[in-house]
């Protein structure tokens, strides 16, 4: 069965952008860019995408490219008899399937809370009320479930209808509505009375609030916002690398990925600091400033509830980008594993996604009384930790210890792959840095995510 194929590089773009575009960009960036000096800590993640996040994404790519196989096949495809860098195949997998036990859950917040803000639901309540309201819904087992089947659904749905017909077309339209929402409501925040103050607080570098929280906080907090953004480790970026031709280098592509994933959590920030200052309220980080600062800020606002609409459309398109991708890895792994038909693949991932979310949506009502992590944690919690703070800093160390050394694929083979085509090169100098100080950095911090 010949492999399929992007139609077009905008495609391929789009859809990586889409993967590594998710919810964190809006509830966990803004925050933290405030929280360590704004201007300060943009300066440094930009840098860490730079020396750490992009020249890993290239090897994910690389071994998607030549391997033309998705994350489970594509080691054993590449290595050399008899090593067992394959092994990492399967979990990426179980890697992708956990991130989807959770993520269709928040998918399913946002999704209903777009239906709330366009009904009107919200309108003339308190901030009491709107917290309740985000109470009631994760006490309803009932509306949780419903909102996760719809989106599990929709995102096999699309997956069947093939690559370029399904995933590449949806994604396309979703994503270019996303970057058209976003900059439509940082104008309407910018031009807020007294956002100004927040543009300020959120652009300007601040010094002294960086050395407060502890400089080598902010470096710490920068390096792991730059590498998480971008989902590398469990092959959400080899799948789409293993679809693309070899027209492209892999370094300019990585790049233009990076940089439309952090146009989005930079917009995110004009959108969430100007409208927090116009109204006197704290930025939040996490699902309250999502779910309760911002409705509240929206009440508030003239044609508050068209922009609340406008607001929860793209972070459900920002979760069901990245739902899509993920969808399509895990697919692709059945039809590689398995010779499945796509068909027959959809079908009996359609049933695994939605009992294997089934434990996230519980986790708030039925089974609130386990707190895997300590009080007031949830399964949420436990998932999100194994995911982010294990298998994806594990697995990028995996990918590139995979490229550089003679023991795996080796750095020649990979630097070949990744300059083949047009486009920006990756330079042989970097041979020294990607071999003995970059798997420091990730090293470090995985450890760092350990002991947190």
Known sequence: ??????????????????????????????????????????????????????????????????????????????????????????????????LMMFYTTVAGWMLYYFYQML????????????????????????????????????????????LQKGVERITKVMMLLLLFIIVVLAVRSITLEGGTEGLKFYLLPDVQRMRDVGILETITAAMNQAFFTLSLGIGSMAIFGSYIDKSRTLLGESVNIAMLDTFVALVSGLIIFPTCFAFDISPDMGPSLIFITLPNIFNHMVGGRVWGTLFFVFMTFAAFSTILAVFENIISCGMDLFHWSRKKSCLINLVALIVLSLPCVFGYNIWSAIQPLGEGSTILDLEDFIVSNMMLPVGSL???????????????????????????????????????????????LTVKGWIR
């Not at 087992?141 to 749905?157: D, F, K, N, Q, Y």
């Open 119 to 162: 009904t009107g639901k919200f309108t003339g309540k308190d901030q009491e009320q709107v917290a309740g309201l985000f109470q009631e819904m994760l006490e309803s087992p009932t509306v949780l479930t419903v909102v996760m089947v719809i989106i599990v659904v929709a995102g096999i749905l699309i997956c069947s209808l093939g």
């Open 398 to 444: 995996v990918y590139l210890l995979f490229c550089v050394t003679r023991y795996g694929w080796g750095f020649d083979h990979y630097l070949k792959e990744a300059n083949t085509g047009e486009g920006i090169k990756m330079p042989g100098g970097v041979r020294f840095y990607v071999t003995f100080i970059l798997p420091v950095l990730l090293f470090f």
């Open 1 to 98: 069965m010949e492999r399929e194929k992007f139609g077009s590089r905008m495609g391929f773009i789009l859809l990586s952008a889409g993967c590594a575009i998710g919810i964190g960009n809006v509830w966990r960036f803004p925050y933290v860019a405030g929280m360590y000096g704004g201007g300060m800590f943009v300066l440094f993640y930009l840098l860490f995408l730079i020396v750490m996040g992009v020249p890993v994404m290239t090897m994910e790519f690389a071994v998607g490219r030549a391997s033309r196989k998705s994350v489970i096949r594509s080691f054993t495809e590449l290595e050399k008899p008899g090593q067992k860098w394959h092994l990492h195949g399967y979990i990426g997998m179980a890697g992708n399937y956990l």
